[in-house]
Nanobody
């Protein structure tokens, strides 16, 4: 599975962004798509996932502010980010994974998309 992320940018605190992730390859292997983020010096963390059944789950830090969704063909996954905070600044990645929250991602990591929240 290969992915390409886009949609990042610079936004002021309280602003919004929508990230997109286009997946290709062995999509039949995917039980869920996850959005991850990473800041320098820290491990990559899962912030949201959506299963093939459409069940969503979020990290506590983004619950109520971020919304994950996907197209019907399951090729494109979105992350709508509202009420952004400076702590959301990170490089955001997507990847295929198992349906369990703790399942490891298994696809090839893309380049990610930088999100910077700053006034």
């Amino acid at each position: 599975v290969q992915v390409v992320e886009s949609g990042g940018g610079l936004v002021q605190p309280g602003g919004s962004l929508r990230l997109s992730c286009v997946a290709s390859g062995s999509l039949f292997k995917i039980n869920a798509m996850g959005w991850y983020r990473q800041v320098p010096g820290k491990e990559r963390e899962l912030v949201a996932q959506i299963t093939i059944e459409g069940v969503t789950r979020y990290a506590d830090s983004v619950q109520g502010r971020f919304t994950i969704s996907r197209t019907g063909d399951k090729i494109t996954t979105y992350l709508q980010m509202n009420n952004l905070e400076p702590e959301d600044t990170a490089v955001y990645y997507c990847n295929g994974k198992g349906s369990a929250w703790w399942s490891a991602p298994f696809g090839t990591w893309g380049q990610g998309t930088q999100v910077t929240v700053s006034s």
